[in-house]
């Protein structure tokens, strides 16, 4: 069992940055891949990025690519997603997620999620 709690969003200004952290505890945080979703009002959660567990790869949504880059620590048990040049279709609630079974894109295939961190990008 993994518990996640995100922190580090806020408000911003278009083209400004932040970074968001996910702490995690329990066991077993460095077996799990990790991912960022968000969900805008009146949208459902959307894929941002994901990084295995083993090598580190990432993956990122097209609109997350050249802005966003994600990172963890396992000694740490910590994630992060930093962001930069955001844009005001960024505004939304992002979570962090942990251990993916099925497609990594999808927010079913994830089991274990944080309870989100409101950011704001106003234009």
């Known amino acids: 069992q993994v518990q996640l709690v995100e922190s580090g969003g806020g408000l911003v200004q278009t083209g400004g940055s932040l970074r968001l952290s996910c702490a995690a505890s329990g066991t077993r945080f460095s077996d799990y891949s990790v991912a960022w979703f968000r969900q805008a009002p009146g949208k459902g959660r959307e894929f941002v990025v994901m990084?295995?567990?083993?090598?580190?790869?990432?993956r990122y949504a097209e609109s997350a690519k050249g802005r966003f880059t994600i990172a963890r620590n396992n000694a740490e048990n910590t994630a992060s997603l930093r962001m930069s040049s955001l844009k005001p279709e960024d505004t939304a609630v992002y979570y962090c997620?942990?251990?993916?079974?099925?497609?990594?894109?999808?927010?079913?295939?994830?089991?274990?999620w944080g309870q989100g961190t409101q950011v704001t990008v106003s234009s």
């Open positions: 990084m295995n567990w083993n090598d580190y790869v990432a």
């Open positions: 997620a942990a251990y993916s079974t099925g497609r990594s894109d999808l927010p079913e295939a994830w089991h274990y």
